[in-house]
């Protein structure tokens, strides 16, 4: 079916572009859980910034 991805992005740095890990990341999670991402059919993506080293993703697929 139809899937939903969300993402959380735990950067170190202000400067990081939100959208930059997006596909790479993706592209991980395609190949590692089998599914084929024309299936996203809704995505959020949120950025956090934490202390350096503290760097982070989060995510959530589910179907939609």
């Known amino acids: 079916g139809n899937l939903k991805v969300s993402y959380i992005f735990g950067f ?4 990081a572009d939100l959208d930059n ?6 592209d991980i999670l395609c ?3 089998d599914f084929d991402d ?3 059919f ?3 993506v ?7 080293g ?3 993703i989060r995510f959530k697929i589910s179907e939609v």
């Open 12 to 15: 170190s740095s202000q400067l």
């Open 42 to 44: 809704e995505i959020n």
């Open 31 to 33: 190949k590692k859980y």
């Open 38 to 40: 024309r299936r996203i």
């Open 54 to 56: 503290a760097e982070f």
């Open 21 to 26: 890990p997006v596909k790479a990341f993706q």
């Open 46 to 52: 949120k950025k956090e910034i934490v202390k350096k």
